[in-house]
């Protein structure tokens, strides 16, 4: 399998057959990212996508997991996407899950019937990063969408039977921000009630246009007890019924994982644990993106 570098995949993927059916991320705006900012958004031709099917189907047997990259894959065109699920259905007749990253945007670009459509195919996971609840976050970082349509655009997929997988940055409404981010966020992925909700804390990375504001004193990271304020915050004022969670991206000070709503409470004696300096946090040597 050739790919055209820097290739992400979520950590649960790590297992999956990665094909990269787009390039970068058409929105590519977003002020905190800097994934795909040396990459031109492109939809790669079908009948390349398939050859390379056609490969892997020879190259490597029993593949139960695929994921569908670059950063909005979703946005290829319905039918498209079609082919390519069908063909990888007929190269692996025991595949049990075909995962994308999807944005806001093409959720709400594809109709409801397009939607099932994907879904019946097999589609079953999509990965979106919220980052944000706030609008006044959003709008800082040139998300390029609001809550309302956060949530409209994840209840569109999961109204066609996806599941999903909702990522947020924790540290990105600043110091000045901290609060409002924590809040409005939980109060979006309530509404949303995702499968799956991820906590990573925005690391500082030259290529995005974020470091820069924070060279000239525009924006100000949280340091590690504000992360931590947030985290607590954040769960604090989460209401979800049955959502995995997990905050031990490397990226985060405080490793930690549950179900809510059932694990709250352990979670959250956890993290005000660390921040009475009763447990420790990881060190700096071992956080990255």
């Known amino acids: 399998m050739q790919y055209e570098?820097?290739?992400?995949?979520?950590?649960?993927?790590?297992?999956s057959l990665i094909l990269q059916v787009t390039l970068g991320c058409s929105h590519n705006l977003c002020l905190f990212c800097?994934?795909?900012?040396?990459?031109?958004?492109?939809v790669r031709p079908l009948d390349d996508v398939l050859s390379e099917i056609g490969d892997a189907r020879r190259s490597r047997s029993g593949v139960r997991r695929?994921?569908?990259?670059?950063?909005?894959?979703?946005?290829?065109?319905?039918?498209h996407l079609l082919n390519i699920l069908s063909a990888l259905n007929d190269a692996y007749p025991r595949l049990r899950r075909i995962s994308i990253y999807a944005t806001p945007q093409n959720l709400l670009d594809k109709g409801p019937a397009e939607l099932r459509a994907l879904r019946e195919a097999g589609l079953r996971l999509f990965y979106l990063g919220l980052e944000?609840?706030?609008a006044a976050v959003l709008d800082a970082q040139q998300k390029g969408v609001t809550p309302d349509e956060m949530i409209r655009a994840v209840r569109r997929g999961q109204e066609a039977g996806m599941r999903s997988s909702l990522m947020v940055l924790l540290g990105l409404g600043g110091v000045a921000g901290s609060l409002d981010h924590a809040v409005c966020t939980a109060e979006v992925c309530n509404a949303i009630q995702p499968q799956f909700l991820s906590a990573l804390t925005w690391f500082p990375v030259r290529e995005a246009p974020l470091w820069r504001l924070m060279e000239r004193g525009r924006f100000e990271l949280p340091d590690d007890e504000g992360?931590?304020?947030e985290l607590e915050q954040l769960l604090l004022h989460l209401d979800l019924r049955d959502t995995v969670f997990r905050a031990n991206?490397?990226?985060n000070p405080l490793p930690l994982g549950?179900?809510?709503?059932r694990d709250r409470e352990p979670l959250l004696r956890l993290v005000r644990d660390a921040r009475s300096g009763s447990v420790p946090?990881?060190?700096?040597l071992f956080r990255g993106v």
Do not use: N, Q
């Open 249 to 251: 991206h490397a990226s």
């Open 227 to 229: 992360i931590l304020s």
């Open 258 to 261: 549950g179900r809510l709503s």
């Open 5 to 15: 570098e820097p290739l992400f995949r979520p950590p649960s993927e790590a297992d």
């Open 281 to 284: 946090l990881r060190p700096m």
């Open 34 to 42: 800097a994934m795909y900012r040396g990459k031109e958004y492109a």
């Open 66 to 79: 695929v994921f569908l990259a670059d950063g909005d894959a979703l946005g290829v065109p319905t039918g």
């Open 132 to 134: 944000s609840g706030s």
